[in-house]
């Protein structure tokens, strides 16, 4: 029986992604890295020095040192925090609600360590998220795909990976869920067609928040 929720935040609880990669886009255009807008989805779950890395080494071969990587990734936060707030993602007022509604706990876990984000969330998710129920981006040695993320928050809820639930828009998060034993469900909000997280792990894909909300008791297996 699944007790806990474990939820992604940029593209899952918030439409955010089309603003992290316009700003990653901005700073690698800054440092001479040619790479396309929307690949920064295939990354997204990393933790900002882990993409900052894979460019560095992807352009130069090597890695950028903790001092650079701090003022890069604060860098890139105020480019994002220079466009329009992002918007609630539709639907996930309505799976946070349902999943709280049936007794589900639910625990943050995030690659982000975005404070214009967080700091949103007890307004606009009341009560879901409190902040000794966040895995954020400085809690982990090992970001996501690496199943740290994904077995910590279940640890802080107490519980066993096979009592958790992962909601996942991305191919990394959907990946370290299943690499942490997690029933993992992905959800198509941004161009990563669904064929992509079926193959990271996801047990199931829905089209959108919405439609998850709506088949939310089927995607926790509870019979009707």
């Known amino acids: 029986m699944i007790k806990v929720a474990l939820v992604d935040m940029d593209g899952t609880l918030y439409d955010s992604m089309p603003l992290h990669s316009r ?92 404070n214009s984000l967080l700091d949103r969330l007890d307004d606009d ?25 994904f077995l910590r928050g279940a640890a802080i809820a107490g519980a066993a990976p096979e009592e958790c639930v992962a909601i996942d828009n991305a191919p990394l998060g959907v990946e370290s869920a299943y690499r942490a034993g997690v029933r993992t469900i992905g959800v198509c ?16 894909v829905y089209s959108s928040m919405d439609a998850l909300a709506d088949d939310l008791d089927g995607a926790l297996g509870i019979k009707q």
């Open 23 to 114: 700003a990653w886009h901005r700073l690698t255009g800054e440092l001479g890295i040619k790479a396309d807008e929307d690949e920064f989805y295939l990354d997204e779950g990393m933790t900002g020095a882990a993409t900052l890395n894979k460019l560095a080494m992807s352009a130069w071969g090597r890695t950028f040192d903790k001092a650079e990587c701090d003022e890069l990734y604060a860098r890139k936060a105020r480019y994002f925090r220079e466009y329009d707030a992002p918007e609630v993602m539709k639907g996930a007022r309505r799976v946070i609600d349902g999943l709280m509604a049936r007794g589900i706990k639910c625990v943050l876990v995030t690659g982000s360590g975005q």
């Open 189 to 204: 909000t941004g161009p990563i067609p669904p064929e992509v997280l079926k193959n990271a792990g996801a047990d199931l």
């Open 125 to 149: 998710f009341p009560m879901a998220f409190p902040v000794d129920r966040r895995v954020t981006s400085r809690d982990v040695v090992n970001g996501k795909p690496h199943p740290e993320p």
